[in-house]
């Protein structure tokens, strides 16, 4: 009885756990859809953590409107573009559906054990060299008037669209833990997100998810190029 009893309470913490990443993700888009208005578009959305093998159907994947200046390449439009059809790269709930989640087995860039794939839009503020490839570990910061926020201190490089100039213009896939996806989003919407690529075996300050680091964070996008402004 004991034994039955913990996994009930084991499965509806699950659950609960479950509802309020999504809920943090609907909120999250609500207030950039929002804050910068204009045209939206109607995109296909992971309802619920979509894992490698899944397959859409009309109960893990919706239609949702977004900012339409804040597509992310490769975007699906329509639920019958999806349906059917089998994830072959994680998504977390809330997230846009892109190309990437169902690229084949032989194109498909390797997601670590528990994280999900998100697109990043590339721009002059995001503060990439153009030397990042596959598997490069990354560190992502909030920079507003407020100061320097860490976001993550635990982003991989899957896909990254280089050419003989570094790299080129669209959007970069990174794997990143479930938790810290809204967030992500959210200050890339924004434009206030800062990706940091720290030397081999550099401790980062204050790389504790939601740290504030009014201090180092700063000086540590600068060194990597980005614009803190």
């Given amino acids: 009885m004991l034994s039955g009893g913990f996994a009930v309470l084991t499965a ?18 609500n207030e950039v859809l929002e804050r910068f208005g204009g045209q ?21 994947v919706v239609e949702k409107d977004w900012a339409g200046d804040l ?9 019958d573009d999806v349906i059917d059809c089998k994830v072959t790269v994680p998504a977390a709930a809330g997230v846009p559906l892109t190309e990437l989640n169902f690229r084949e087995s032989d194109e498909m860039p390797s997601v670590p054990d528990g994280y999900v794939a998100i697109q990043v839009p590339i721009t002059d503020k995001l503060g990439l060299p153009g030397s990042v490839c ?22 991989q490089v899957l896909l990254a669209q280089t050419s003989s100039s570094g790299l080129t213009r669209g959007s970069i896939s990174v794997a990143a833990r479930p938790s810290d996806v809204p967030a992500l989003l959210a200050a890339s919407a924004e434009g206030s997100l800062r990706l940091v690529m720290p ?15 009014s201090k180092d964070g700063p000086a540590a996008v600068d060194a990597a190029g980005g614009d803190a402004q």
């Fill in 199 to 213: 030397a081999d075996g550099v401790e980062v300050a204050g790389a504790a998810p939601g740290s504030v680091d």
């Fill in 134 to 155: 596959a598997g490069t570990r990354l560190v992502a910061y909030e920079v507003s008037d407020d100061g320097t926020k860490t976001l993550s201190g635990d982003v």
């Fill in 12 to 29: 509806g913490l699950c659950a609960l756990y479950a509802q309020e990443v999504h809920a943090d993700a609907d909120r999250q888009r």
């Fill in 71 to 79: 597509v992310p390449e490769g975007a699906y439009l329509s639920l």
């Fill in 40 to 60: 939206t578009v109607r995109l296909v959305v992971a309802a619920e953590a979509l894992e490698a093998g899944d397959v859409a159907s009309k109960q893990n």
